[in-house]
């Protein structure tokens, strides 16, 4: 059997739906931003799957090479952000994090 | 073919030429703060001459139309028409009016020692907005909006030590991240389909029988949620009323009014390049699709109105009541676009530039008065109308405009709403907004009532700086003198419908 396209839809629909369960059920702050980096990867590999079999030229690949910069800046970002709660609330709990409430 | 693209390049750096500006500015915040590091008093302004000098590269493109950075004889990256030029004008005065109202903040003011920060980042939000609103292209569109979003995330949170900074900052960026991420990959999927992420390439591909229709409309729905998210209508809103009640208030009011702006700038693009098919003679947009777009803006638009009103009647916090209103006006604008029409859109540019006004003035008052009183809750500004008449009265004129009551320029606003929907026959929805609208009257007068019926043994008095009063004329005049004296602005939003290649 051959690998094609629909071999790496797959992968990346899986991966998204896995990224779309973390941030929905996870309470841990890190765990939500672990999904939030496996939708960032799924349509990395949507792009490159296209741009490979649809014969789109390389403009897949040069827009997953800016995405993946992109998800260092924001890993970095929220990281900080992350930490910066640690110190203050001494947690990276989600639900404990609600003083701003109706 | 390669030879003719490097004066392609140097011809369209021209055209940028504002963007350019503002990334020189950012530079020079950033140095001089390394440099100077002992004495931070002039980073404002720095700001403020990079703003004007922008501004005046700006008004030099007015009344043109050009492409910049084409990829192939009709295709190109960004295209500077008077549309985005008009909602740059807006971004510009409120980035202006924002340096001011930082100057003057508390709350900026004790993170003093990082306001090269702030001013950078504030820099970076700006120069994504101003790509944002020209981008032709759904990656530059993607990553434009996250240069906007990631500034705003640590801007969100700025003085680090305040509990409801570091909590609004950490909700904005959990929702903002989710719903990039999930517009990025509808991207990927229209991607697949149609080979490219130009919106003129996909309208011209887009009646080809290759595009399958439900994977089309579930890529068109993914990238609806990184848009709705940043105008915040009502399935992408939870983040707001945490994030403008958390962060500090002067990232509130650039946040409610600027980043709102830049994208129903994108949405405007968004539907009218990719979907036009053709223009049927009194300028109402014919739209290819496989389902009815009026509708599902128009049921988008009355859900996002009616909840923001709703929400707002139970709120006891004045910038959480403002939140919701400001939900509550992205209602009435999603409005203004779902008429689909040259008049609509015209609506909508009348209804943002004075929504610019009143909104940010409100935030202002409410932020000179939290310096004094540290508080912005609305029980503690029992009797603050007659231990501080004007600024009472100047809050009371912008909560007035925020309603719609004549002879206030947020009439005129509506008036213009009014006018669109009525004309496309759309009678039952302009009624339903209408009554949204009285329900809307409930809490801004509450707060009136509160100021102004109420007396309260505790007296509050502020020293006005000439700084603050001017800035609160800047804001108040216009608001007035809008509602009556407005043909000028409805002649410029009438120039400026004119999108690229339309």
Known sequence: ?102 | MNKLIIPDLINSLNSILPEIVLSFTLVAIILSDLIFHKNKKYLPYISLIGLIITFVFLINQFGKSDPAFPVSSQLSLLSLDPFSLFFKVIILVSSFLIVLFSISSKEIESGSNRHGEYYGLLFGMIIGMFFMISANDLILIYLSLELLSLSSYILAGFVKTSLRNSEASLKYLIYGAASSGIMLFGISILYGIFGSTNLQEINALINTPAASQLTFLISVILIFAGIGFKISIVPFHFWTPDVYEGAPITITAFLSVASKAAGFAVLIRFLKVTFIDSFTGNGYWQLIGYIDWQTLLIIIAIITMTFGNFAALWQDNLKRMLAYSSIAHAGYLMLGVSVLSDQGLIAVLVYFFIYMFMNLGAFYVVMLIANKINSEEIDDYTGIGYSLPFLGTVLGLFLVSLTGLPPTAGFIGKLYLFIALVDANMITVAIIALLNTVVSLYYYIRVLRVMFLIKSDKTVSINLSPLSFVVLMFMAIPTLVLGIYFSPLVSFAKESVQLLGF
């Open chain 1, 1 to 102: 059997m051959e690998v094609g396209l629909n071999h790496f839809l797959v992968v990346s629909t899986l991966l998204f739906s896995m990224g779309i369960y973390a941030i929905v059920t996870r309470k841990n702050a890190i765990l939500v931003l672990m999904g939030i980096e496996l939708i960032l990867n799924s349509a990395n590999i949507n792009f490159i799957a296209f741009s490979r079999y649809g014969n789109f030229g390389l403009q897949g690949h040069l827009i997953a090479l800016f995405v993946i910069v992109l998800a260092a800046a924001e890993a970095a970002i929220a990281l900080a952000i992350v930490l910066n709660i640690y110190k203050t609330l001494s947690t990276v709990n989600i639900d404990e994090i609600d003083n701003l409430k109706d």
